[in-house]
Nanobody, 113 residues
Framework: QVQLVESGGGLVQPGGSLRLSCAAS????????MGWYRQAPGKQRERVAI?????ITNTANSVKGRFTISREKNTVFLQMNSLKTEDTAVYYC?????????WGQGTQVTVSS
């Protein structure tokens, strides 16, 4: 099993920044892909950004240039700059290995003045 501990969510004004982190621990084999997804009220969960074990990243067009995903061993970060009200959502960490996937419990990000 892999345990995921997310942190860094909160309330921020438009134009502000937040940094999310997700630390994975446990006895599972190597993690291949780590990523962040988000779900706003009344909307489907969408992928925000992912990063592979080789450091290859993929970022959604809606956040490209504002959000940056990075990874240090089994911890993944999401640096969110120039936040907009439409970025308000619950953000979920997702980790994937060969044949398994784990999700974090989610952390609320609210962008409001």
């Amino acid at each position: 099993q892999v345990q995921l501990v997310e942190s860094g969510g909160g309330l921020v004004q438009p134009g502000g920044s937040l940094r999310l982190s997700c630390a994975a621990s446990g006895s599972r084999p190597s993690i291949n892909v780590m990523g962040w997804y988000r779900q706003a009220p009344g909307k489907q969960r969408e992928r925000v950004a992912i990063i592979t074990s080789d450091g290859i990243t993929n970022t959604a067009n809606s956040v490209k240039g504002r959000f940056t995903i990075s990874r240090e061993k089994n911890t993944v970060f999401l640096q969110m700059n120039s936040l907009k009200t439409e970025d308000t959502a619950v953000y979920y960490c997702r980790v994937e290995g060969f044949g398994w996937v784990n999700w974090g419990q989610g952390t609320q990000v609210t962008v409001s003045s």
